[in-house]
């Protein structure tokens, strides 16, 4: 059973309790993300959290580390445009423990300039290494288009020079500013009981985090369009076209769910079988849909050789086409159904999953999680709820397009007027 409780000043905690298993996930979710950035300070979020295990008045970074392992821990984080996640993974008699650590952590770091001067270059490497990884930045093109005028089109990690020139009390402020109690969900799963996770966080999180209120404001909706590419001596091209599509927790959801499967997920759907089986075009093609508070994406991203780009996205088309004219088979969809629940099922047998699954949906919702609706959403999917989906939200005229690869590639090409005529 999830429950959730709200605290008078706005921190909100979720549990998943599970007796059967004798470990817990936890994890401090922030609404926190590059979407509330400016240029100026673009990438503050994700920096932020690297830093954040940096070192407090009682611990140095290497006890730290230290601590979580001698408590048999998992520990790690990770940023998005909307969200800041800190977790760990612990058997069920170290929870409070880790607990306690993570919350010291949260609300007590120091962010010392001479840490932050060793992370700012871990950083900087990972922006460099986003510039050898071709998909991502295709990602990185197609929410430039996409999101265009809003801080969803800004990178995660941010410019270079941004992060160079972040000090403490950027850092310091950026916390006070966004890891408010309002802000942020506290989720659990595993072996622990709604009553004791609050507990554990009347204990340790509410005489550190105060009062302070969040004045962040979510991204409009918004219906970007057009083509974006990044030029670069890659051997592939990888390409990916995306529509406008659901924001988070929308009533069709489940309907994005199936299609996406059906057309674009595992190796029966259609594009594999078509681009990959029948026509050898590509190593990889896949449908991935994302959402936001609200916003949300349906994408189709593929990789290809340069002489088969413009073949493949001529393929694509037809396929788009074909499945907005005759919509998915009663066996397509039904596989797809079955499949769905399966992961969803599967999913509720991994804590980790449940608990970013709990967490997510209470900081965008503010409600708890509930997976039987989600389950019983996928099995009401029919024919005609597909066909509705895909006539609304995939039309080719919407769509925007990222190219990444080298320019002599598609030198005299139009492969986005091809797919949008």
Not at 9 to 37: K, Y
Not at 256 to 283: A, D, H, I, K, W
Request: a negative charge.
């Amino acid at each position: 059973m999830i429950e959730l409780t709200k605290f008078s000043n706005g921190l909100t905690v979720v549990t998943d309790n599970r007796t059967s298993v004798r470990s817990a996930s936890v994890g401090f979710w922030i609404g926190a993300g590059s979407a509330f950035e400016s240029a100026d300070d673009n990438g503050i979020s994700h920096f932020t959290e690297h830093v954040m295990f940096k070192g407090t008045e009682k611990y140095s970074a290497r006890e730290i580390a230290e601590k979580f392992e001698d408590y048999g821990a998992n520990f790690n984080a990770f940023t998005s445009k909307e969200a800041t996640c800190y977790y760990f993974k612990c058997i069920d008699e170290n929870t409070e423990n880790c607990f306690g650590l993570l919350s010291h952590i949260l609300y007590e770091s120091v962010f010392g300039d001479e840490e932050l001067d060793k992370e700012r270059k871990v950083i900087v490497e990972e922006i460099n290494m986003v510039e050898d990884e071709p998909e991502d930045l295709c990602y990185d093109v197609l929410a430039q288009k996409i999101y265009a005028g809003t801080a969803l089109e800004k990178t995660i990690l941010g410019p270079v020079s941004n992060v160079l020139s972040f000090k403490s009390v950027d850092v310091k402020n950026f916390v006070k500013k966004m890891y408010t109690p309002d802000n942020t969900v506290i989720a659990f799963t595993g072996n622990i009981t709604h009553d004791e996770a609050v507990k554990l966080t009347e204990k340790y999180v509410l005489p550190l985090c105060g009062n302070g209120n969040c004045k962040k404001i979510y991204a409009p909706r918004v219906f970007g369009g057009g083509f974006g590419k990044y030029e670069k001596d890659f051997e592939q091209v990888n390409a990916a076209i995306a529509f406008p599509s659901l924001e988070f927790d929308n009533e069709m959801s489940a309907i994005q769910s199936v299609v996406s499967f059906c057309f674009g997920t595992g190796m029966s759907s259609r594009l594999f079988q078509r681009l990959r089986e029948q026509l050898g075009l590509v190593y990889n093609v896949y449908t991935s849909a994302s959402s936001y508070k609200n916003n949300g994406v349906f994408g189709i991203y593929l990789n290809t050789s340069g002489k088969n780009t413009e073949k493949a996205i001529v393929a694509v088309r037809e396929e788009l086409d074909r499945l907005i004219g005759s919509g998915l088979t009663e066996k397509e969809i039904a596989r797809a159904k079955t499949q769905l629940k399966s992961s969803m099922l599967f999913g509720m047998e991994n804590i980790l999953t449940m608990m970013t699954a709990c967490g997510k949906y209470a900081l965008y919702t503010g409600k708890a999680y509930d997976i039987e609706k989600s389950v019983r959403e996928i099995e009401q999917v029919d024919e005609t709820d597909v066909r509705s989906y895909c006539e609304k939200y995939l039309v080719a005229t919407a769509a925007s397009m990222a190219y990444v690869g080298k320019k002599s590639y598609i030198s005299g090409k139009d492969i986005f007027g091809r797919f949008t005529e």
